[in-house]
């Protein structure tokens, strides 16, 4: 099904998506709607222009590609799917995730990834090709953050990096990881991406935007854990 | 060096009538009482006591009390012991304060300066007995459009509401600060009162689904728990922005309560510390939290009401006006007596302001500029007995939330220790042989025996006000005067002089 969505109303846009039992959409000439396909799951959901903050809100399955760019809190409080982004995303992108897949072809803003956790079955990832602004996956409890500089690999994560970080991981591919790192976090520079979840969800991004596997597998990544010195356990006094 | 602090309270036995049955030893979590062979007696280590009263509530032969200590340091009114072992434990451990349950600091309580009017000679009094009597109200947003169909018909185009027997609601205790039990009585009293509960951050547990329709299910900044079977459902959604018991920070459940099944509520593995950010960090704005209202109707498809909960700050009137324009249907105000599973001491005892002030500010305001009927209000945030509820309403609120007295109604005897997870009476805990010692059937009972109570009474101060529906009451200050208040507190809370007249 293909719908027009130019002129639309948000509302009546997503609507139309969620009366729709057509497991694909196309949605042409896209313009700012907010809230697309919020909660939904099981579509496969193609959008033409650029869609308003909140794409995929609480998304529980299926898959939205987005030929060019996403603005605001894409991926908000996810659960699963997959939302492709061809070009670059805003700020908050993936915040508190706990499934699915985010991969982003260009740079993301601000806030990408706070909150994301895991559990069990479920683990959230988000794959950033270029830069990520500064709070990158502040307070992460779990899944897996990767940025891949694809165009500069200087200060390819912002300030903040990782602040309250209590679980999941991060993989920063560069030389020299600029960014200064707050107490909780723990940097260990590897000289090649190591075999796992975050080598398949890479090599997922290359097949996505047609881009070389080996560039991306032989090159140096931080990988960023929680440092296991639970900085929390000793800040309180029962009173 | 660590420097030793004197126990608060001091169990006192009266070895005349104990029989040394041991139950004290049995029920006492944090292990005060032990029993001496050799002396053949019970004997009670006061340090470790939190004056919870449990021991005192189950012992058979009544032996036991609990005073509190008269170890004394050298009298002084600015450096009262409190705020000396404060200082010690701060030296000896350099750890923030921690705390639970209300602000206990005498901060002036204003539902206690205001009293409720009743009808004499002109307009007589309702008989509840006789009379209908309506507590029953509807939350929600009250302004439409009137629409019509190609018939001529009204369209319905009522935002949707929560319809509730009574003015009250319980107000957010997550799964993790409270126990299963805790959380099973809330529930099933909710149910049966036919008003909601509400789950606070911690996910719903999958045997609670079924109360669904007298659930409000939040979404706070840790999004714990948060996926579409659980706004769907709920009768509502509350997105917590703030806690009268902590505002402007966020909360922490230390990994030891997360448990295998608080784990699989909250879905965090286990074991792993639980912490949610001051912020959403998605909400920077009014406009982003428009976004978070909207987001949560689209995912919902727009048939369940949005709550917005705030702590009571300085410019709650200007923030509610906000929020009011964002989309959200109800607006709650947490004040700065609310409770809390546990908060720092610092921020709990000096952050915020009253309910009484904050609600009559934010209701004034919201009249002020015509937006009144675009969302409910509920005050929450130590609302003690019916009358708070009687003078809340006609301050302006459309219901109350509330929690700690729901939580004495269970058992709970402030002992204001929820923080330390040995909860003796079976709800700030999540240990399995504590847990158990609430009794659900008990539980909910008891909630519905208060409430039934409470709407009684509820019913009887409208009756002698004149007033036989509760909606009427709403915003009736002239049923409200004050004694002992400045002309300052008069003006804020809209109401007139004891005495004065209209």
Known sequence: MRIDAAEMDFQKLNERIRQSRVQEIKIAGCIGQRYIAAGLSGRDITIQGTPGNALGAYLSGGRILVDGNVQEATGDTMNGGEIIVKGSAGDATGYAMRGGEIFIYGDAGYRCGIHMKAYKENSPSIVIGGRAGSFLGEYQAGGTIVVLGKDSQSTIVGNFCGTGMHGGEMYLRCDDLKAKLPAQVKAEKLASLPQGKARSLVERWCELFGENKDKYFHASYYRLTPNSENPYKQMYTAN | ?502
């Open chain 2, 1 to 502: 060096m660590e420097m030793y602090i004197p126990s608060e309270y001091e169990v006192i036995r009266d070895d005349k009538k104990c029989n040394v049955c041991r139950v004290c030893e049995r029920q006492c979590a944090n292990a005060v009482h032990s029993y001496d062979a050799k002396l053949g007696k019970m004997l009670a280590d006061s340090a470790k006591c939190v004056n919870c009263h449990r021991c005192v509530c189950l012992c058979p032969t009544h032996a036991l009390k609990i005073v509190k200590s008269d170890d004394i340091y050298k009298a002084d009114a600015n450096w009262t012991a409190q705020t000396i072992n404060e200082v010690y434990k701060q030296a000896n451990s350099g750890g923030v304060l921690l705390s639970s349950m209300g602000n206990p600091q005498p901060l002036p309580v204003f539902w206690d300066k205001i009293l409720v009017n009743a009808s004499q000679v002109t307009n007589p009094p309702i008989d509840p007995l006789r009379e209908p009597m309506e507590t029953q109200l509807y939350l929600g947003k009250r302004r439409t459009k009137a629409e019509r169909d190609v018939n001529g018909r009204l369209k319905d185009t009522l935002a949707p509401q929560l319809r509730l027997n009574m003015p009250i609601l319980f107000s957010a205790m997550s799964y993790g600060s409270i126990s299963y039990n805790a959380h099973e009585s809330l529930a099933r009293a909710a149910e049966e009162l036919g008003i909601y509960y509400n789950t606070g951050e911690g996910g719903l547990h999958k045997d609670f689904y079924k109360y669904g329709k007298n659930t409000i299910v939040q979404v706070a900044s840790g999004r714990f728990g948060v996926f579409k079977e659980y706004l769907e459902s709920a009768a509502a959604i509350e997105i917590k922005m703030g806690q009268g018991a902590k505002p402007g920070i966020g909360g922490h459940l230390p990994g030891a309560k997360i448990t295998e099944d608080v784990s699989l509520t909250r879905m965090i593995p286990r074991g792993v510390d639980a912490i949610s950010p001051a912020p959403h960090h998605d909400i920077y704005s009014i406009e982003d939290l428009r976004q978070l209202v909207y987001s949560l109707k689209e995912a919902t498809e727009y048939k369940k009401p949005i709550l917005v909960k705030i702590a009571a700050v300085h410019n709650v009137a200007a923030i509610a006006s906000g929020i009011a324009r964002s989309g959200a249907d109800i607006i709650a105000i947490d004040g700065c007596r609310g409770g809390t599973g546990a908060a720092p001491t610092r921020i709990r005892d000096n952050v915020g302001i009253p309910i009484e002030l904050a609600l009559a500010e934010v209701d004034q305001r919201l009249r002020e500029e015509g937006i009144r009927d675009e969302v409910s209000l509920i005050a929450g945030g130590s609302v003690r007995s019916s009358s708070d509820v009687v003078k809340a309403i006609a301050l302006g609120a459309d219901a109350c939330y509330i929690g700690t007295a729901a939580l004495l109604a269970l058992g709970c005897h402030l002992c204001r220790s929820c923080h330390q997870g040995n909860c003796n009476w079976g709800i700030a805990t999540q240990k399995p042989e504590l847990v158990k010692r609430l009794d659900p059937d008990v539980g909910a009972q008891r909630l519905v025996n208060l409430l039934t109570a409470w709407n009684h009474e509820i019913q009887e101060m409208m009756g002698g006000m004149g007033i036989n529906s509760i909606e009427a009451l709403r915003g009736n200050r002239l049923m409200l005067r004050g004694v002992g208040l400045t002309d300052t507190e008069l003006k804020i809370l809209g109401i007139k002089y004891a005495g004065e007249s209209l």
